[in-house]
């Protein structure tokens, strides 16, 4: 009984890859191996994503069953508040959510996008960079 609470409130360990040379405003999807086994792809649309228009983010998870899967959205070149996004299960591991990003007076932002993945006592981050056009 004890190690069993103990699990439960154990911290989680926490897991960031680097971040690859893939870019969702460039390609159809991205996708990364997930340290223990399981891969994640991401997409988005439609492309190319624009500021002030919704747009979905979606991530396909394979050999993982998380307990919820989130994205933060930041700018890569300015210091600015991050953008929180809850993905919901669309079926077998497919999660997606829509969102608007805020709009820049200076043009195109570069973005990045990191996918936390809360599994198996870890919380995964997952980081993709795209960037957005005014609409």
Avoid at 69 to 93: D, K
Wanted: net charge neutral.
């Amino acid at each position: 009984l004890v190690a069993v609470a103990g699990y439960h409130w154990l911290p989680k360990a926490d897991v960031q890859l680097a971040v690859g040379n893939c870019r969702l405003d460039q390609q159809t999807a991205c996708a990364a191996d997930l340290p223990g086994g399981g891969r994640i792809e991401v997409a988005v649309a439609p492309r190319p994503v624009a500021t002030s228009q919704a747009f979905e983010f979606r991530a396909d998870l394979a050999g993982i069953r998380p307990n919820s899967v989130e994205v933060a959205f930041t700018v890569v070149e300015m210091s600015m508040c991050v953008t929180r996004l809850p993905l919901e299960a669309q079926g077998e591991g497919r999660y997606a959510g829509r969102i608007t990003l805020p709009v820049c007076v200076t043009g195109g932002m570069l973005w990045q996008a990191t996918v936390l993945i809360d599994a198996d006592r870890r919380l995964l981050s997952v980081p993709f960079r795209f960037e957005s056009r005014h609409g």
